[in-house]
């Protein structure tokens, strides 16, 4: 017996009843489709009227829509680690993005070694194919060599390194690089569909990442479709995204991407508007493959992405390595999230529960009846009951815990604390009268009370889930890049790409 089924315990916890109703005898379908710099704000089903999301607002129509849905970590590499393994990065060990160990030399100088960061840590693909799941992932892994397949997927169609251009990217396949010409987004789910074709030849449930680079930038006209990229640039006033500059917070030294004028401003709102059209035109075909095979009502589909996105909010373009020092702004951290699944969870309703990342690994196995026991350091909790229409204990989601490196936060409905180690500047907001966090209370007076609750409850929630080796408050995390595996030999400037001010 492997060591994965000693931890997964087949038993459902369902009466038959329960059973009956939900349709677990044969186990759910699952798709997990993952956006890439997607904030909360960018879909038309969260009321940005700008934006042209058709495909995604059905899955809002028919599911149940998170509002206050958050990531791990505000960039990527971090998040969906996170996602995958149910880990903190402070477990798990990945801190930043991976500018290292993804592909070879000849795609990413100046690495030539391949890493596997998340070596020897089960994500819950590895307890879906122990449990007769055929598994597949298309589009961005950015967890290390993506020559190699990992986390035990049957199918294995990646990006070589993670980002890049959207036409000419460099992707793998059978273990090797190549560069696609045609439009990336339209080829991840050209290759989700040929999963999904070999899926259903399997006789098995079936398990589907499909993880877009869209909208991470470039966002200039020769990157998109002309005609979807024309029609914002020419014509959308961009009133959901106002550039304050004024509004940007006296604590940020750094910019990583700098706007100085209208035309750039424009140019690059245009580039993200188009990536998330396009996306969701993509979506829609595979949800229609869904519906053309019948399958629709037997799959459960996810739609989330890795990080949210500042354009222009704040006076920022960017997400946490938007600004140094590293931010935790409402857009870097919160995202889409949308559980849908005809005839089982409740159609049209918005959850304002607060949520994590941490909390998909528990969620996606307890869903189709799947319990783990056993894994080290996961601290999330599954709503999958709440997805069939449950009532949640509200106790249990009233509180989320974010890092980024030596940056950490812990946020209520009401409040949040933010800390940087070991020399701050801290924040403070009463989001409930200061929903934009422009005011920080960290020194007004008081606030005193509050400030030493969520301190103390941010470092000991950090305490319990944190293993040593991984703590990212002794890591030199500057958003430019992780190069190598942190720990205890790395601490200093070994692993991280060291930021440098001009």
């Known amino acids: 017996m492997s060591p994965l089924s000693v931890c997964v315990n087949l038993s459902y916890n369902f009466h038959n009843a329960n059973r009956k109703r939900i349709g677990v005898e044969r186990k759910t379908n699952v798709i997990l489709i993952l956006s890439d710099d997607q904030g909360y704000w960018a879909m038309g089903c969260a009321g940005n009227r700008e934006l042209h999301t058709p495909n995604i607002d059905t899955l809002a129509k028919t599911g149940m829509m998170f509002e206050n849905f958050f990531c791990a970590s505000p960039v990527c590499s971090p998040a969906r680690a996170t996602i995958l393994t149910g880990r903190i990065p402070s477990a798990h060990?990945?801190?930043?993005?991976?500018?290292?160990?993804?592909?070879?030399?000849?795609?990413?100088?100046?690495?030539?070694?391949?890493?596997?960061?998340?070596?020897?840590?089960?994500?819950?693909?590895?307890?879906?194919?122990?449990?007769?799941?055929?598994?597949?992932?298309?589009?961005?892994?950015?967890?290390?060599?993506?020559?190699?397949?990992?986390?035990?997927?049957?199918?294995?169609?990646?990006?070589?390194?993670g980002g890049g251009n959207y036409y000419?990217?460099?992707?793998?396949?059978?273990?090797?690089?190549?560069?696609?010409?045609?439009?990336?987004?339209e080829v991840i789910t050209d290759n989700a569909i040929e999963f999904l074709e070999s899926a259903i030849k399997k006789q098995k449930p079936f398990y589907l990442s499909v993880h877009y680079t869209a909208p991470h930038s470039p966002w200039t006209r020769q990157q998109h479709p002309e005609k979807t990229f024309d029609r914002y640039y020419n014509e959308c006033p961009f009133k959901s995204v106002p550039y304050e500059i004024s509004k940007r917070p006296e604590w940020v030294k750094k910019l990583s991407i700098p706007v100085h004028d209208e035309k750039t401003r424009r140019t690059y709102l245009s580039g993200y508007f188009a990536a998330i059209e396009e996306m969701d035109k993509n979506i829609g075909r595979i949800l229609g493959w869904l519906d053309e095979h019948h399958l629709r009502d037997s799959t459960l589909v996810i739609f989330t992405s890795d990080n949210g996105m500042n354009m222009g909010h704040h006076g920022?373009?960017?997400?946490?390595?938007?600004?140094?020092?590293?931010?935790?702004?409402?857009?870097?951290?919160?995202?889409p999230c949308i559980f849908s699944h005809p005839q089982v969870i409740p159609q049209g309703k918005i959850n304002s529960m607060l949520v994590s990342q941490y909390d998909l690994m528990p969620t996606i196995l307890d869903y189709p009846g799947l319990k783990i026991s056993g894994p080290q350091h996961l601290c999330g909790r599954?709503?999958?009951?709440?997805?069939?229409?449950?009532e949640a204990d509200q106790r249990e989601f009233v509180v989320i815990?974010?890092?980024?490196?030596?940056?950490?936060?812990?946020?209520?409905?009401?409040?949040?604390?933010?800390?940087?180690?070991?020399?701050?500047?801290?924040?403070l907001y009463d989001l409930?009268?200061?929903?934009?966090?422009?005011?920080?209370?960290?020194?007004?007076?008081?606030?005193?009370?509050?400030?030493?609750?969520?301190?103390?409850?941010?470092?000991?929630?950090?305490?319990?889930?944190?293993?040593?080796?991984?703590?990212?408050?002794?890591?030199?995390?500057?958003?430019?890049?992780?190069?190598?595996?942190?720990?205890?030999?790395?601490r200093g400037n070994v692993a991280f790409n060291v930021i440098s001010f001009e």
């Not at 000419?168 to 987004?185: H, L």
């Not at 938007?322 to 919160?334: C, G, K, Q, V, Y």
């Not at 890092?403 to 701050?424: A, C, F, L, N, S």
Request: with cysteine; hydrophobic share 30%; charged share 25%.
């Open 93 to 161: 060990g990945i801190h930043d993005w991976l500018a290292a160990g993804n592909t070879t030399s000849r795609y990413e100088p100046p690495s030539t070694k391949l890493i596997q960061y998340l070596d020897n840590i089960p994500g819950y693909t590895d307890y879906l194919v122990e449990n007769g799941y055929y598994c597949g992932i298309s589009g961005k892994w950015h967890l290390g060599d993506s020559h190699h397949v990992q986390k035990s997927f049957n199918f294995w169609r990646v990006h070589a390194k």
């Open 432 to 490: 409930k009268t200061d929903p934009h966090e422009e005011k920080n209370l960290i020194n007004a007076t008081g606030f005193e009370k509050i400030k030493r609750q969520l301190r103390i409850q941010l470092r000991e929630w950090f305490l319990k889930y944190t293993d040593s080796q991984m703590d990212g408050v002794y890591e030199s995390v500057t958003g430019k890049g992780q190069i190598g595996p942190c720990g205890t030999k790395s």
């Open 401 to 427: 815990f974010d890092e980024y490196g030596p940056v950490r936060m812990v946020r209520t409905g009401r409040w949040k604390y933010v800390k940087r180690y070991p020399y701050g500047p801290d924040e």
């Open 382 to 390: 599954s709503f999958a009951d709440v997805l069939r229409g449950k």
């Open 316 to 335: 920022v373009f960017g997400k946490g390595n938007a600004t140094f020092p590293l931010n935790m702004f409402e857009e870097s951290i919160r995202v």
């Open 168 to 185: 000419g990217a460099t992707m793998i396949k059978n273990n090797r690089a190549y560069v696609e010409k045609r439009y990336v987004t």
